[in-house]
């Protein structure tokens, strides 16, 4: 069977509560592998909440659907503050990246309390400013970025993420509404060690599954390598999202 669009494969899906330094609860899901450890685990910082941004936006949902059962991988999504999806709603106020710094940190707490191996932050938009400005911590082994603006994160954040030596990789598309692939080289130019890979006829919402699998397999290649290039059929059980 080919893997399409809505294609959910086997996982432990687990409804979580991220509790945040400031008193929020946060709503979010903990997909792990159905017959193994997981052998590395992605943080979803979802897209901007208040254009429609939340932990079921297509890219992080079909990762949680596919990468625990193809890679080994464990997907760890949530609502930000004031995020509501199908899954629910987070308590508190958007705080325009602000006081989502602890959203980011509950996350990150979390999964170093479950013992989930080799966390990396994957953010898309929206989720890309949270994990420049926030998620360089030291349970973080690096970060994937799809569609980074680099408008709430400045040249500040980016250099503390150079002095950490921490591998980010920033996925670019080539029509991009906010930051296109030359002007992002020249941005995080001052991060020695990351990568802008820029992604051809790709635009800010990745939408089309061509490029939702060439934005999953480009952050398997660095999370969990032995699982790299995904295949794209499956021969076992299978659900399909109704979304």
């Known amino acids: 069977m080919d893997i399409r669009a809505s294609t959910v494969l086997p996982a432990d899906r687990r409804p979580i509560t991220l509790h945040t330094a400031d008193g929020l609860e946060l709503v979010g899901e903990l997909a792990l592998p159905e017959d193994r450890d997981p052998v590395a685990t992605i943080i979803c910082l979802h897209p901007l909440p208040t254009a429609e941004g939340m932990m079921d936006s297509h890219v992080m949902r079909k990762a949680s659907f596919r990468l625990p059962a193809l890679a080994g991988v464990a997907v760890l999504r949530f609502n ?21 710094r602890y959203d980011v940190a509950a996350a990150i707490e979390f999964a170093e309390f479950e013992g989930l191996p080799a966390p990396w932050l994957v953010g898309w938009s929206f989720g890309t400013e949270l994990a420049l400005k926030w998620g360089c911590d030291p349970e973080v082994r690096g970060a994937v970025l799809l569609s980074p603006p680099l408008h709430r994160a400045g040249d500040a954040d980016l250099d503390v993420w150079a002095a950490s030596g921490k591998p980010l990789v920033a996925l670019v598309p080539e029509f991009d509404d906010y930051l296109r692939p030359d002007e992002a080289r020249r941005r995080f130019a001052r991060v020695p060690q990351a990568e802008v890979i820029g992604v051809d006829n790709a635009k800010h919402l990745w939408v089309g599954e061509p490029y939702v699998r060439t934005a999953l397999d480009e952050i398997v290649r660095r999370v969990a390598p032995g699982a790299h290039p995904l295949p794209t059929e499956w021969d076992g059980p299978y659900e399909r999202d109704t979304l």
């Open 80 to 100: 930000t503050r004031g995020t509501t999806s199908r899954h629910g709603t987070s308590q508190g106020t958007f705080g325009e990246g602000e006081t989502e």
